[in-house]
């Protein structure tokens, strides 16, 4: 029976997180639409940034955002417009509606277990990978969510 992988990347720092993404994305170890999972905007669009200054096109999904530019983003996504979308683990008022993912990189550890799982759920017909990165001293928090 073939499910969901699920993986754990110990980085040392933020800086091997932004590098490990860009040779998994560039190279294409990972292929298929992605959704990376980060905890708040502002890393978000460091993200973005980093992702563009490589030819990588992405967009962020922020609970701040219009009805109308949340719908337009999702669709474009769910459409095949892109490949890499960038948003948060939570506060949103309902949880986006996304199609066809093929991985979940969680950039940032979620809080709790059932943002971990709703990330997961996300991936099309139970293939493909969940990627979480955690830094060094978390794995407390690791076994907290009940994955490690």
Known sequence: ?????HFFAFCKT???KYILVFN?????VIEGKTVIMVSDVTQAYRLKYFLAKFSLQSFVLGT?????????????????SFDILIMLH?????????????NIINFDMPSH????KQGAMTII???????????????IDIARLGLL
């Open 1 to 5: 029976m073939v499910g969901v992988s």
């Open 14 to 16: 933020t800086l091997d």
């Open 24 to 28: 998994l994305l560039k190279l294409a």
């Open 64 to 80: 701040d955002m219009q009805k109308a530019q949340i719908s337009s983003i999702l669709h474009f996504f769910n459409t095949g």
């Open 90 to 102: 939570s506060g949103y008022a309902k949880r986006p509606l996304i199609k066809d993912v093929a």
């Open 113 to 116: 277990y059932n943002l971990y």
């Open 125 to 139: 017909e139970k293939l493909g990978c969940v990627l979480s990165m955690p830094m060094p001293g978390n794995e």
